[in-house]
């Protein structure tokens, strides 16, 4: 079951009231602190693309990976584009490799180039959580790029613990509540018993104190 709507609003709202004034809109990150999981077994290696209902608050850089009509379509998006000739040339330029899996948040690749992908890209975006969504070649690609803008990527790191980007202060309380209950609600999936797996969950500013919701 999710967290209750009203103590993560209130959360919110404690949050944005303590945090300190700056000339621009601090992030808002949610921390999951998890317990009595076996960090050996799947439910300790969570990692996750979760869509948002809204916006984390931040323009992702997206880079399509494509060919003909779709890559002409996802430049007019204002993604990058990867076409096959420059997506084959990286196959024996590591250091080119590991700069473009640095360089953009997420990927999306035309299904067909997937293998192609995997042989000059796979060993630097797989490590790091961004292999792309593939999508056949007569998808609409803007509307692709449109949905990977509210997607986190959310993994464990060795230590029981969820951490990721939920908003800003410039959005909406609701908004960012709904952004916090969507990933509590898929990573509760992902875990043998569900919320009684969820020890405390917090919210904080970059550059403030962390606000527990009461569950």
Do not use: W
């Not at 945090?19 to 998890?34: H, P, V, W």
């Not at 077994?41 to 931040?58: D, T």
């Amino acid at each position: 079951m999710p967290l209750n709507m009203k103590n993560v609003l209130a959360a919110v709202k404690e949050v944005k009231s303590k945090s300190t004034e700056r000339k621009f809109s601090q992030s808002i990150d949610l921390a999951m602190n998890l317990q009595n999981i076996d960090m050996k077994k799947p439910e300790g290696r969570i990692q996750e693309r979760i869509a948002l209902p809204h916006s984390a608050g931040k323009d992702l850089k997206v880079c399509v990976i494509a060919s003909g009509e779709m890559a002409l379509n996802a430049k007019k998006a204002g993604a990058m584009v990867i076409e096959r000739a420059a997506l084959e040339s990286l196959v024996a330029d590591k250091k080119k490799q590991k700069e473009i899996a640095k360089k953009y948040d997420v990927f999306i690749a035309e299904a067909p180039l997937m293998p192609l992908v995997g042989k000059s890209l796979g060993a630097s975006l797989g490590p790091r959580g961004k292999m792309p969504t593939p999508i056949p070649p007569n998808a609409d690609v803007k509307e692709h790029i449109d949905r990977h803008q509210n997607l986190v990527f959310v993994r464990m790191r060795g230590q029981p613990v969820i951490q990721c980007r939920v908003g800003n202060e410039a959005m909406a309380d609701n908004e960012i509540a709904e952004n916090v209950q969507a990933i509590v609600r898929r990573i509760e999936t992902k875990l043998k018993r569900g919320i009684k797996n969820v020890k405390s969950v917090y919210l904080k500013t970059s550059m403030g104190a962390s606000i527990k919701i009461e569950m």
